[in-house]
């Protein structure tokens, strides 16, 4: 295993997953608030899945999404 290969394959990877999320929660959010399913004061409990079949891998992430202080 080439090590700087694999990191850079995984932050590449980890970028990718974060600033593609934060982007569709936003949108969500915006039209939830949009179509008055929200109000934008909520905490959204939230939970994610991350798997690598081919290492037999299934984590789930949980935490909280504040939409005001």
């Known amino acids: 295993m080439n090590e700087e290969s694999f990191n850079l394959s995984m932050r ?3 970028k990718m997953v974060g600033v593609s999320s934060q982007n569709e929660i936003e949108k969500a959010v915006a039209k939830a608030i949009a ?16 798997e ?6 299934n984590v789930k ?9």
């Open 12 to 14: 590449k990877f980890l």
């Open 35 to 50: 179509d008055g399913m929200i109000k934008g004061d909520e905490s959204l409990p939230a939970r994610m899945t991350l």
């Open 52 to 57: 690598i079949a081919g290492l037999k891998l």
């Open 61 to 69: 992430f949980e935490g909280e999404i504040i939409l005001s202080d």
